[in-house]
């Protein structure tokens, strides 16, 4: 009887210590977190408190976050919106790696305001929402707007990949792909936590909206499926058979490509590389996209 307890007492020790090591995981993951959303490398709202914890999101926060249509000047040239206190050390670092690796080129007109993003939720659920999404009211309406544009990167970095011969300039696209596949995993992440939360005051599931704009970016893009929200089809999904979809990937898991051409039907909005609109009102720059504006280009 005696063992008994002992043996007992010893295993129920032994599994307290492994809860210990899980929650110092847990918590550890959750610093990595903090830390890659304090450094400005994702773009999540930034607060007037400049501590790692005021620019966490926080689902169910009464404080608005940061507004980039009434800052236009703090709008990075990435896209990003920078926010009064916020330190754009590392952002800043990667336009410079860009422009010491090959030629740099102005910055288009981006329209980030509310209206360019209530058109692209409109276009998503096919009717207008009411009242007009904003991207800005809450930080579960910003990460839904900031999913609409990073992974569009990420699939062009890999289209363009294969069609790259400098290895100096296929090096700091790697290192560009790196940083935005780790930005999109974080934003897919968090909205699905949040992602069988209605999105107020529409009563639509985060997941929903995550789909929703996926399939709109496929429509755009007309290629296919390339793009997948935070739920699909068994079929779909990993090994033919996971709903779930935190990290999306073709049938062999590796990340989708996209062409240039995909990419600017996508980010105008129109469906049409010919035909600037959305967030690049008078068209992208660079000679592919001036190509098809009749531009310069070749």
């Known amino acids: 009887m005696r063992e008994n307890v002992t043996k007992l007492t010893s295993e129920l020790e032994a599994a307290k210590e492994r809860e210990k090591i899980r929650d110092a995981q847990y918590i550890g993951m959750q610093e990595q977190i903090k830390s890659l959303l ?53 952002d800043n670092d990667r336009t410079t790696a860009i422009k010491n690796t090959v030629a740099g080129f102005p910055r288009p007109l981006l329209n980030q305001s509310r209206e360019a993003f209530a058109t692209v939720m409109n276009d998503a659920f096919g009717h207008q929402l009411e ?16 999913y609409v544009i990073p992974y569009l990167g990420l699939t062009g970095y890999v289209g363009a990949n294969p069609k790259l011969h400098s290895p100096t300039v296929k090096r700091l696209l790697v290192g560009l792909l790196g940083v935005e596949s780790g930005q999109d995993a974080v934003l897919r992440a968090l909205l699905y936590e949040h992602g069988r939360e209605n999105v107020e005051p529409y009563g639509i599931t985060a997941i929903e909206f995550t789909n929703s704009i996926s399939e709109l970016r496929n429509k755009l893009g007309r290629h296919g499926l390339k793009n997948e929200g935070l739920k699909v089809k068994p079929t779909v999904g990993a ?47 660079g000679q592919i996209a001036k190509s098809y504006l009749g531009v310069g280009g070749n």
């Open 38 to 90: 304090a450094s400005g490398s994702f773009p999540i709202p930034q607060s007037r408190d400049s501590s790692p914890e005021a620019r966490l999101p926080h689902a169910h926060s009464s404080r608005p976050p940061y507004d980039c249509s009434s800052h236009p000047r703090q709008v990075h040239p990435s896209g990003y919106c920078l926010g009064e206190s916020s330190s754009d050390d590392d």
């Open 131 to 146: 009242p007009p999404f904003n991207p800005y009211a809450n930080d579960i309406n910003y990460l839904l707007a900031s």
């Open 239 to 285: 090994e033919g058979k996971i709903r779930e979809n935190i990290l999306a990937g073709d049938k062999y898991s590796l990340s989708y490509d996209r062409t240039p051409e995909e990419i600017l039907r996508i980010v105008y909005g129109s469906g049409n590389e010919n035909k600037p609109g959305g967030f690049y009102p008078k068209g992208a720059d």
